[in-house]
């Protein structure tokens, strides 16, 4: 039989510290996680852009959409689509997207309890 990966939820915040639009990393079980909250929804994904490591918390939020702060690339917090890779043109994007093909940032479930925000590590 194989090991089975158990998941927990884990405290990575509290309501008070979020308005509409915030943003900030946290560290959870040592992984670097954005946490932000649009309207009355939070949403929790990797810090760190799958594109070349950008801070996404340093990025410009707008909506559900957070666009990394180094080279534009940009995702949905909801479910980390990738929107756009970069925002080079020409050979530059091309030559990129066959260096390191377009990915989707991970994302993790979010559950809050009373006016703490857990993740699911």
């Not at 946290?26 to 594109?51: F, Q, S, T």
């Given at each position: 039989m194989?090991?089975?990966?158990?998941?927990?939820?884990?405290?990575?915040g509290n309501?008070?510290e979020?308005?509409?639009?915030?943003?900030?990393?946290?560290?959870v079980n040592g992984?670097?996680?954005?946490?932000?909250?649009?309207?009355n929804?939070?949403?929790a994904?990797?810090n760190?852009?799958?594109h070349?490591?950008?801070d996404?918390?340093?990025?410009?939020?707008e909506?559900?959409?957070i666009t990394?702060?180094?080279h534009g690339?940009?995702?949905d917090i909801?479910?980390?689509?990738n929107?756009?890779?970069?925002?080079?043109t020409?050979?530059?994007?091309a030559?990129?997207?066959?260096?390191?093909?377009?990915r989707?940032?991970?994302?993790?479930?979010?559950?809050?309890?009373g006016s703490?925000?857990l993740?699911?590590?």
């Amino acid at each position: 039989m194989g090991k089975t990966m158990t998941s927990t939820f884990v405290k990575a915040g509290n309501t008070a510290e979020f308005s509409d639009g915030a943003k900030k990393k946290v560290m959870v079980n040592g992984k670097e996680i954005m946490l932000a909250r649009v309207g009355n929804n939070y949403y929790a994904l990797d810090n760190r852009c799958p594109h070349m490591g950008g801070d996404l918390s340093m990025g410009k939020l707008e909506g559900t959409v957070i666009t990394c702060p180094r080279h534009g690339s940009q995702f949905d917090i909801r479910d980390g689509k990738n929107l756009r890779w970069t925002n080079w043109t020409g050979a530059v994007k091309a030559i990129s997207q066959i260096v390191k093909s377009p990915r989707p940032a991970k994302t993790y479930r979010i559950k809050v309890e009373g006016s703490d925000i857990l993740v699911e590590v």
